[in-house]
């Protein structure tokens, strides 16, 4: 209720604040399944009760508290990330009530597991912003900070990431990407001096095939 004198749901989770909050709504077999998605201290929970609501758990013991997240709709799945960059990308099928990490452990040499701050999803292209290579932390315990760059899965796979597949924002700046945004095909990346502009045709592709991205900053 307006000005928080009456909770929206009833259950008591933490004496923490929201720190992030997502509505999403799917249609699945003619039904519609809606959730409500909030991150508070270190767990994530979200209710999909539309009589009754309570907040079911989803994930808790998050490496860093109270830390804002990103969300985005990707046909059946809300895919989050947290902006510490300590936490895994995460998929969540509200009809399956499926939870689990986005990007498996390294599939070849070509394949790159990241974390990120921002994310998009033109097209049903996922596209991450300001991230951090983990793909060698578990045997080597080394990570890669790419502040700069945006990476772009594989067309119609979000999970599948590549070493190639990425695009550098004024890397002479010294600036950290701050956020994205989409409208047609056109994706907006912020940095705190500039707005630069990633143009393209149909979907984000390595020009060698065909691929049309054109970067104006």
Known sequence: QRK?????IEQALSTEPVNSTYFATFTTTGSV?????????????YSSHPVNPKWLLLKDKLKTRNQHFSFVKIDDKVVMTGDALTDPIYKFNVATSSFSELMEANAGTESVKLRAKYLIAP????????CLDVTEDALKGSTTLYHSAVFYSIKNVIS????SRFIN?????GE????????????QVYKPSS???????G?????????DIVVET
Do not use: H, M, W
């Open 4 to 8: 928080g004198s009456e909770r929206y």
């Open 169 to 173: 924002i004024r890397t002479g700046d």
């Open 160 to 163: 599948s990431f590549t070493y």
């Open 123 to 130: 097209q049903r292209q996922l596209v991450l912003g300001n």
């Open 33 to 45: 399944v809606k959730a409500l998605i909030i991150t508070t201290g270190d767990s994530i929970y």
């Open 195 to 201: 707005i630069n502009d990633i143009n393209y045709s």
């Open 203 to 211: 979907f984000l592709e390595l020009t060698q095939l065909s691929g």
């Open 176 to 187: 950290p990407i701050t956020g994205l945004s989409e409208k047609f095909n056109n994706i």
